[in-house]
């Protein structure tokens, strides 16, 4: 689950998971007043994963690791 700090905003949220190997797993732009999203990950086998979340002009990155 992915969570966002702060007030819920009607601002369109794009999400992109990447694998070690630059390959896109997920896309998806999300326009609601979500709090959380969740997403399954099951399916990825264990690695390193880097998660872009881009709003307005605001964009940044996050490295996490699935452990099977």
Known sequence: QI???????KTAIKFAIFDSQGRI???????SQK???SLNS????SGVYLLKVSMSNRQFMLAFS???
């Open 25 to 31: 797993l997920y896309r998806k732009q999300y326009q």
């Open 3 to 9: 969570q966002f700090p702060g007030k819920s905003t």
């Open 66 to 68: 699935i452990t099977r």
């Open 42 to 45: 099951r399916g990825w086998p």
């Open 35 to 37: 709090k959380a999203i």
